[in-house]
């Protein structure tokens, strides 16, 4: 009688475990009906990583590392930064973690391409409309809140192990920023100007691309930073499903306490962040600073 | 009214209210429910009420208020950045509530452009490119845009300074840019709004004589908000005076200023200048035949007719005018009485105002 009262009312075990198991069961007939399809639906993305990733284990070192400090420079315009960049990856180079490093470096990119080709659209959207703002807030929060592990779960259960599951992982966490921050930067463009752009007869599409866009870059380019950054913490552990690159000797040496191995590995990560985070930064900064004095 | 064929702005019964249903509560408006109580009670913000506006082709209307009064808002509406709750706008007869978004967007590429207060230059686009923002959505050519651009940047002063950034340039500067991409599109409509309001008072009189300059050569019909009478009268043909969303008065500068239809306009007018302001045609009183010299034009200033009066023996003065025939005369008295700040005409003109407002 004054059960409730005492104990928290919990559905008894019998009933929870047979929630679970319809959710489970309800996922389990999905993936096997639609996991294939779904699966081919992801083939040119596959085909994408795999060619970017070829190219970087194939290519001879030297161009790779020229490649990139070159990237480097275009964007930063600053000689010290490329220089280090240089210097970051001939030690990475040095301490054989070359490979894993350019396995990494594939998913990174192709992952941050896909982050930006679903988030700045999105992003679009959610600024145009309040209500588009106020459905799709709560479901960033969740995507950023929840943790990271869960995941891997659902993406194994359609996918299995391998590539393509850990793709979706690393984009589905890293998403958010850049829909965020595009949503942010659109809505902070002075709104005098956009009257300016109506009052002389630009149609949506040219308030969009001609003034909105690039106005809201520097914002853009801060979220494609964060993007990139969360993409990196998580293919250490997307290694968990099978992610080659970086994460696995990390994964390797938590599991059997090798505290050189992880720590080298752990570092080229960061060395990898250091890199990004440098470049994209100093190039929304570039852009900002032409604008002002 | 023959407004379908006429040329110029007309604005008629204008209304705007906002706030989530507007519609819902424009029976109240139309019984004259106060501004107050249609926010307290019923949620709405009353805007615009039944304004009427003509501006004539080629000429100056100065739409002057305090802030709040609604002048940016009427200003909008002529282009239609903002919609109307109710009433009519066309421009050279064309009805502007009539047109389909991409008529509009043709409306305001090639026949209306705009001044903004706070410049509202595009900040990642150099001067050139600002400029020749107006003729690249009218689909002219880089190298044919680039011409034009260039011809209204030494238009305006600014050659030098054709590849910097907004940012790089004074306030002065940055408004110059504003206005000649606002000409560049040849639009025949020049919406200003508070266009000088930002700028320091001298770089705003050297604005405003160079809008004159352009005007003299260009011919535009200008709409020109701005919340400083001195600017109404030095660059309005005509003045229109908006309060609480209501125009409470619309006249040419001496109407404004010798009899203002209400006690807010003559606190207004206090502080004017009156010897630079009042033309002596404004004030004359009849001829008298025996009069013969000497003369003075009538659209001279108080100022400029006090010394003419002076060197006359008989301290009078004979007024002509525009085709030189004598009209009136202004005698010392006349010209120093209407310098003075007269409280018995003001309180007389500002009781018949606020008997008006009661029997309105």
Known sequence: MTDWVLNFPTLDIATLRAVHKSIDAAYKTFSRNYGDAIESAFDPLLWLLIKFEWILLNAPWWV??????????????????????????????VLGMWEDTMRTLAIIFVATLIAIAIGIPLGIAMSRSDRMQSFMTPILDVMQTMPIFVYLIPVVMLFGLGKIPGLIAVVIYAVPPVIRLTNLGIRLVDQEVLEAADAFGAGTWRRLFGVQLPLALPNIMAGVNQ?????????????????????????????????????????AVVGLAIVFDRVTQSYGRRIQAQRQS | MTAQTQEGIHVGHLYKVFGADPASVMPLVHEGIGKQELLEDHGHVLGLRDINLDVSPRSIQVVMGLSGSGKSTLVRHINRLIDPTEGEIRVDGEDMLALDAAALKQLRRYKISMVFQRFALFPHRTVMDNIGYGLALQGLAKRDRGERAARWIE???????????????????????GLARALATDADILLMDEAFSALDPLIRSDMRVLLLDLQHELHKTIVFVTHDLE??????????????????????????????????????????????????????????????????????????????????????????????????????????????????????????AGQAAEAG
């Open chain 2, 155 to 177: 238009r305006v002063g600014l050659q030098g300074y054709e590849n910097s950034y907004p940012h790089h340039l004074s306030g002065g500067m940055q408004q110059r840019v």
């Open chain 2, 231 to 352: 600017e109404a009268i030095e660059i309005g043909d005509r003045i229109a005076i908006l309060r609480d969303g209501e125009v409470v008065q619309n006249g040419d500068s001496q109407d404004i200023v010798l009899r203002p239809a209400a006690s807010y306009i003559a606190d207004f007018t206090k502080s004017i200048n009156r010897g630079r302001v009042i033309r002596v045609g404004s004030i004359m009183e009849p001829l008298r035949p025996d009069l013969l010299g000497p003369d003075c034009p009538h659209d001279i200033s108080i100022e400029e007719a006090l010394p003419i009066a002076v060197a006359s023996p008989g301290g009078e003065a004979r007024v002509l005018n525009g085709e030189g025939e004598p009209v009136g005369a202004v005698s010392l008295g006349t010209l120093v009485r209407a310098l003075g700040n007269d409280r018995e005409r003001d309180r007389a003109a500002a009781g018949n």
């Open chain 1, 64 to 93: 790779i590392v020229l490649a990139i400090a070159g990237i480097c420079y275009s964007a930063s315009r600053r000689v010290r930064l490329s220089l280090g960049v240089i210097v970051a990856f001939l030690i990475i180079g």
């Open chain 1, 227 to 267: 993007t990139i950054m969360m993409a990196l913490s998580m293919v250490v552990i997307a290694s968990m499903i099978g992610v080659k690159g970086l994460g696995m000797p990390v994964l390797q040496a938590v599991t059997n306490q090798y505290f050189a191995l992880g720590l080298f590995n752990g570092a």
